[in-house]
Structure formats: structure tokens, C-alpha cells
């Protein structure tokens, strides 16, 4: 009930294009979705995350779209740039105090 | 910015030996985490630790580990007796409120290395 399916496992995108990131969960009991950065040498650090009561939130270039009924949650960045370049988790919360991290995607933005 | 600091960022031991890692969390949070993370793998939930005790700990988490807030500063994690398998990336972290309510803020890890 614990486990977080994160796909794909690595994506390349061009400089300009929309990279986007899936997370699925089995534990309806998650109440708080969030999406990490990491970079590398660096610990994870929190990109953006949502709340269930509301389908979407954007924050800048970085959108996330929640879909509590098929229990899936995505990260949308548009307007990718090299800098985005890092791996990223999402880490439902809920129940327990405690992150579940997704496998990773790590993303590559070419120039 | 304030932030969590982690030291050594680099630890290399011998199976069997003791290891303490060390973590400064931020000065006004109030819980704090330790995850690991295994070259190549997904990052993984260790132990959280409020109001002086541990609050949740996972499987691995077992008595070859243990946590101490020695003094209002610093939040640590001994391994008793290292094994192979304990080699991985360690991150601390801490944050105001349940992870829930607020944002956790990571340590840039211990990597250690058990030979």
C-alpha cells in the first residue's frame, strides 16, 4: 500500500520543449503530494507540491496535475532549460510522518 | 539561508566498526529525519525524531541504528556494527511541522562507504 510507481526513468528533452514526469500510489491515505529536485552532490529539495483538494497548481514554469481518482499526480515543466537538467522524485506524504520517494526520473534538457 | 549541514560528507570504515553521522538541522525546526540512499536507487525513509524521541522508523531501522539529539544543536545517527550493505548516501532532514504541513529541507548527505 506504500508503493509510488514514478515513470519514466529517464527522459531527454530539448531546450524549450515540456518535460513531464508521472507518479502513481496505491495508499489512499497520502494527503500531501510533493516533487523533489535533486541535483547531483546536492541533497533533495522541494520543487512544488499540492494538496487533494485541488486538480492543478502552477508555480512558474512548474505545474502539477492531480488526479485523485485514477491516484496519479504528474509534474509538468514547461519552457525546459539546461538547468533543469536533475533527477526528480515525487514523495507522496500521508499517514505517517514520513516521504515516500518515487524511483527518480532523471532528466537531461539538451540546448 | 539557513540550512541543514551534514558532516563528514565523505565516510570510509571498516565492516564492523561504529559510525556516527552528524547533522545540524535548521535552528526553529522541530522534527527531524534521517533517509538513505542507495547508489542508484530510490531514497529511502530511515527515522523521524520529535520532541526528543523517535515518533516512526522503518524496517531497516533496526538495532545496529540509533538516533540522539546530544544537545539543541545537533541530531545523530550511529550505526553500531557496519555491514556491506549499509554503504549508501545519508541524508538528514529536518522541518517545522509534520511532513505533511510543511517543507522538509535536506542536508547535502554523507556518503558512506563500509569495505
Known amino acids: 500500500q506504500q508503493q509510488v510507481k514514478q515513470s519514466p526513468q529517464s527522459l531527454i528533452v530539448q531546450k524549450g520543449g515540456i518535460s513531464i514526469i508521472n507518479c502513481a500510489y496505491e495508499n489512499t491515505a497520502f494527503d500531501y503530494f510533493p516533487w523533489y529536485q535533486q541535483f547531483p552532490g546536492k541533497g533533495p529539495a522541494l520543487l512544488i507540491a499540492i494538496r487533494p483538494d485541488v486538480s492543478e497548481k502552477k508555480e512558474g514554469r512548474f505545474t502539477i496535475s492531480f488526479n485523485k481518482s485514477a491516484k496519479q499526480f504528474s509534474l509538468h515543466i514547461m519552457d525546459s532549460q539546461p538547468g533543469d537538467s536533475a533527477t526528480y522524485f515525487c514523495?507522496?506524504?500521508?499517514?505517517?510522518?514520513?516521504?515516500?520517494f518515487g524511483a527518480g526520473t532523471r532528466l537531461a534538457v539538451h540546448p | 539561508e539557513p540550512e541543514v549541514t551534514q558532516t563528514p560528507s565523505h565516510q570510509v570504515t571498516q565492516m564492523g566498526q561504529e559510525v556516527i553521522l552528524r547533522c545540524v538541522p535548521i535552528s526553529n525546526h522541530l522534527y527531524f529525519y534521517w533517509y538513505r540512499q542507495i547508489l542508484g536507487q530510490k531514497v529511502e525513509f530511515l527515522v523521524s525524531f520529535y520532541n526528543n524521541e523517535i515518533s516512526e522508523k522503518s524496517e531497516i531501522f533496526d538495532d545496529q541504528f540509533s538516533v540522539e539529539r546530544p544537545d539543541g544543536s545537533n541530531f545523530t545517527l550511529k550505526i553500531r556494527s557496519t555491514k556491506l550493505e549499509d554503504s549508501a548516501m545519508y541524508f538528514c532532514?529536518?522541518?517545522?511541522?509534520?511532513?505533511?504541513?510543511?517543507?522538509?529541507?535536506f542536508g547535502q548527505g554523507t556518503r558512506l562507504t563500509v569495505v
Open positions: 532532514a529536518s522541518s517545522e511541522m509534520r511532513h505533511s504541513n510543511t517543507e522538509a529541507f
Open positions: 514523495a507522496p506524504v500521508g499517514g505517517y510522518n514520513k516521504l515516500i
